[in-house]
């Protein structure tokens, strides 16, 4: 598929630049909009933005303070809010079809409460998850390590300075329970551990605790209440975050669950031809 891409860097309010690439026909309307997850970690969505830029204009960016956008700071979720409607506007879109990935849905949820009217589609792909999950979830994880690799991993994240080849086994043994296949769970996590460099743990820890603070869980029924007319989640079989609580959450929000089976957290590396059908229906149907 040879469709044009451009980029560049974008000056925020408060003088934060981020980076930024579309991939696709940028003058049509609405454009969709990929939100990343992590949070701390740089854009890794660009397989999932060349299975639907001939639909539509896809746009992907370095959250502030990760990747190319170079930022030092306090980070809150009304801060990245605030990004994603300046970068709208700078891309001359006055609503956007959002599409967000693990934390990146959190993100779309909270844009969406703050911006209901620039949101004309929204697809939610494995999360978010309110309530009681994080239990759940860490229990899926000790179940899919050795206690080796459980106590290595308590470990390296003991090390208050780690070297290069430190972060990268500690990425690798934190992200190879996300998939449903462990052999090519760890392929994938020890090549991403390179890729998605350098981890923000400062806007890890300081998003998470604004996001225990004033949980999404909370706004349930006002998101409710200003979602668009199209809105679906998405989630993944085997993803260790249990998907009791997507479907909760669809329940409360009257949004149909869509489950891909035998995959995990990033359901298109191990489901490509089932999430690019999907995604594809979704584009074509806002």
Not at 161 to 186: C, I, K, M, N, Y
Not at 209 to 216: K, S, W
Not at 236 to 252: N, Y
Not at 270 to 281: K, N
Request: some cysteine.
């Amino acid at each position: 598929m040879n469709v044009p891409e451009t980029g560049g860097l974008a000056s925020m309010s408060d003088g934060a630049r981020i980076r930024w690439t579309a991939l696709g026909d940028t003058p049509r309307k609405p454009p969709v909009v990929l939100l990343h997850g992590g949070p701390g970690l740089p854009d890794y969505l660009g397989e999932v933005a060349t299975m639907i830029a001939d639909l539509a204009s896809v746009y992907r960016y370095d959250q502030r303070g990760t990747g190319a956008s170079g930022w030092q700071g306090r980070h809150t979720p009304a801060r990245h809010v605030g990004d994603l409607a300046e970068l709208l506007d700078l891309w001359d879109a006055p609503e956007a079809v959002l599409i967000g990935h693990s934390y990146g849905t959190d993100l779309a949820s909270r844009f969406c409460l703050a911006h209901p009217d620039r949101v004309a589609a929204m697809l939610l792909m494995c999360g978010p998850f309110v309530g009681d999950w994080r239990a759940g979830y860490r229990a899926a994880r000790d179940r899919r390590m050795s206690a080796a690799q459980r106590e290595r991993q308590r470990e390296l994240e003991g090390v208050a300075r780690r070297s290069e080849d430190q972060e990268v086994e500690l990425l690798t043994l934190s992200w190879f329970t996300d998939h449903a296949d462990p052999e090519r769970g760890r392929h994938w996590a020890a090549r991403e551990a390179r890729k998605r460099r350098p981890v923000n743990w400062d806007m890890n820890r300081q998003l998470g605790a604004e996001g225990r603070a004033d949980p999404l869980d909370q706004h349930v029924d006002a998101l409710r209440a200003c979602l668009p007319a199209r809105v679906e989640l998405l989630g993944a079989a085997e993803d260790p975050r249990p998907l009791s609580a997507l479907e909760s959450l669809g329940l409360k929000l009257g949004v149909p669950l869509t489950r891909v089976e035998s995959a995990g957290h990033e359901p298109w590396l191990e489901q490509p031809d089932t999430v690019r059908a999907h995604l594809r229906r979704f584009v074509r149907a806002r």
